[in-house]
């Protein structure tokens, strides 16, 4: 694994049994999830806090999310 990534498993809580029982489609997914060792924790984090203090969010990144929402919609 590389270093500063982690399994999505690990971010599963000590609730993950009860999500077994109540949400047997979303244990499945999270199953598959936990296999992947490329969760790279320190980018999630940096993301967060980029997003915490609004800058995370710029006109260019608005545009191409509206922009490829369009295509999808329009099926181009």
Same mark, same amino acid.
């Given at each position: 694994? &590389? /270093?500063?990534? *982690?399994?999505?498993?690990?971010?599963?809580?000590?609730?993950? %049994?009860?999500?077994? *029982?109540?949400? /047997?489609?979303?244990?499945?997914?999270?199953?598959?999830? #936990? &296999? @992947? /060792?490329?969760? &790279?924790? @320190?980018?999630?984090?940096?993301? *967060?806090?980029?997003?915490? $203090?609004? %800058?995370?969010?710029?006109? %260019? $990144?608005?545009?191409?999310?509206?922009? &490829?929402?369009? $295509?999808?919609?329009?099926? #181009?």
């Amino acid at each position: 694994m &590389r /270093p500063g990534c *982690q399994g999505a498993g690990t971010l599963v809580t000590a609730n993950s %049994e009860m999500v077994r *029982q109540r949400f /047997p489609r979303l244990a499945r997914i999270l199953d598959v999830l #936990s &296999r @992947d /060792p490329g969760i &790279r924790t @320190d980018l999630v984090e940096e993301i *967060q806090a980029r997003i915490r $203090k609004g %800058e995370y969010l710029t006109e %260019e $990144k608005l545009n191409l999310a509206i922009h &490829r929402l369009l $295509k999808e919609i329009l099926g #181009s």
